[in-house]
């Protein structure tokens, strides 16, 4: 069954939009975000492909790329029983 993020090979979602001068966060919770799921997968609490399984079931195309991030390492984190 394709995942949400599954698009393999589709058309029509138009150009990729790049920023000039974009940041590499937007906000200090990104960043955060991204040091924790680096801790926790250097702590071997998690590994990168169970991260990216999380990420696909988890996705909400309402939220933003950090928001999907994190409410895969909490589900991550639940489902190992750590919280």
């Given at each position: 069954?394709?995942?949400?993020?599954?698009?393999?090979?589709?058309?029509?979602?138009?150009?990729v939009?790049?920023?000039?001068?974009?940041?590499?966060?937007?906000?200090?919770?990104?960043?955060?975000?991204?040091?924790?799921?680096?801790?926790?997968?250097?702590?071997?609490?998690?590994?990168?492909?169970?991260?990216?399984?999380?990420?696909?079931?988890?996705?909400?195309?309402?939220?933003?790329?950090?928001?999907?991030?994190?409410?895969?390492?909490?589900?991550?984190?639940?489902e190992?029983?750590?919280?």
């Amino acid at each position: 069954m394709p995942r949400i993020n599954d698009v393999g090979g589709r058309d029509g979602f138009g150009p990729v939009r790049q920023e000039l001068d974009e940041p590499p966060f937007h906000a200090d919770w990104e960043a955060h975000v991204m040091a924790m799921n680096r801790a926790l997968i250097r702590r071997e609490v998690y590994n990168l492909d169970e991260f990216r399984d999380a990420v696909e079931r988890t996705m909400s195309h309402e939220s933003s790329y950090y928001e999907n991030w994190f409410r895969a390492i909490r589900t991550l984190l639940e489902e190992k029983g750590v919280v």
